[in-house]
């Protein structure tokens, strides 16, 4: 037999004692199940609010001096405000960070790794093993060119703001144009960033969902002055020129800081607005989280000087985690509040839109431009 024959006969064996021994490679982790698509709910299902058809033609958006419910889709069109235009002066975009060590209301933060489980003797709550955390906030400040300093002036606070060098320009150039317009006053426009992940049990569910005044103290007290210190402008103190925004919980923390302190904020903008059961850790006062605005909070209150705009998809988030207590349906709890404020004779108004999904993404730069001229309608200033 030939040596080289020979060799290979002889390594054979121990090619396959080491092939054996071989460390097998990772089975792959197993793939979470892909959570339902939200069903379309029709504009005309029952319980929903009658709505003024603005869906003949890709573009429309309910006018600025009107109140009530409005059906826009299922094309849409980007407003012409949403667009640069040449002439228009523009406002300055600046940026500083807050890390929770200067926080005096929400130092430390709180974060979860596992969702939680349902509470066996409240399915109204979550079962959640928390831990703190350190974090940092960007607050992204748009001061309009035609601020006069020294001047007291409006302010829109609004929540879910850009990450630190990645200022978001899309709010801004629509200000720039509403402003110059005459449609909305020169308002000063704080961005604020949350303090990480979402719902219960992070950070970010902790300042939007819970239903107390203390979000809005956070921000009376701890970033407002900071941003009078650091850019040498100055807040109106007259309630009705002082509004909140947000999206998703975004939008029930715009809520809760009116509610709770409308001595502050009276103007309300909120898009797929949180109005259910996400409060974490459960309050008695609030069983139902921010679902209780529209089951007894509005219902069973003397009416506030609150002016309320709402906007959700007719494929919004619909039962999103494990609970199934009726109370995690975004596009009921919208219709929900759009009959209690009409009956409580609030100034709301209330935009359905089809073919859209949670945070109206593709009707977002349809809607939003005229959806703040309604916010500012009647403002005076003093």
């Known amino acids: 037999m030939k040596p080289r024959i020979l060799a290979l006969l002889l390594l054979a064996p121990l090619a396959a004692l080491n092939a054996a021994d071989a460390p097998k490679p990772a089975e792959p982790a197993p793939k979470k199940p892909e959570r339902p698509a939200p069903p379309t709910r029709p504009f005309d299902a029952p319980g929903a609010p009658q709505f003024i058809r603005l869906d003949a033609k890709p573009g429309g958006a309910p006018p600025a001096d009107a109140n009530g419910n409005f059906l826009v889709g299922p094309e849409y069109v980007a407003a012409p ?66 601020y006069v300093p020294g001047s007291a002036a409006p302010v829109l606070v609004t929540h879910d703001g850009p990450g630190f060098g990645k200022p978001d320009m899309n709010l801004p150039r629509i200000l720039d144009n509403l402003i110059a317009q005459k449609r909305i006053p020169p308002v000063i426009t704080v961005m604020i960033a949350n303090g990480g992940g979402d719902a219960q049990g992070h950070e970010r569910g902790k300042e939007y969902d819970t239903m107390s005044g203390l979000f809005a103290e956070f921000i009376q007290f701890e970033v407002l002055p ?151 309608k009647g403002y005076q200033p003093r």
């Open 81 to 146: 405000e949403t667009k640069a235009v040449e002439g228009v002066p523009q406002g300055k975009v600046q940026q500083f960070v807050m890390n929770s060590t200067e926080c005096v209301r929400f130092n430390p933060g709180i974060a979860r790794k596992e969702f939680g489980t349902v509470d066996p003797q409240n399915p109204k709550t979550l079962i959640v093993e928390t831990h703190t955390i350190d974090y940092k906030r960007t607050i992204t400040v748009y001061i309009p060119a035609q």
């Open 226 to 376: 900071l941003v009078e210190k650091n850019y040498g402008v100055k807040f109106t103190t007259d309630p009705e020129g002082r509004a909140t925004m947000g999206t998703s919980s975004g939008g029930s923390a715009a809520l809760i800081m009116a509610w709770y302190h409308p001595e502050w904020f009276r103007r309300v903008l909120t898009l797929s607005g949180t109005f259910v059961n996400q409060q974490w850790p459960f309050d008695p006062k609030t069983p139902g989280g921010a679902w209780d605005f529209h089951e007894t909070l509005i219902p069973q209150s003397a009416p506030k000087p609150i002016r309320l705009y709402m906007a959700v998809g007719d494929r919004d988030n619909f039962n999103p985690n494990v609970m199934r207590d009726g109370m995690h349906d975004w596009v009921e709890a919208n219709h929900r509040m759009a009959h209690v404020l009409k009956a409580k004779g609030y100034a709301y108004q209330y935009v359905f839109c089809q073919n859209s999904g949670h945070g109206i993404g593709n009707a977002r730069a349809q809607v939003l431009p005229a959806a703040l001229e309604w916010l500012w």
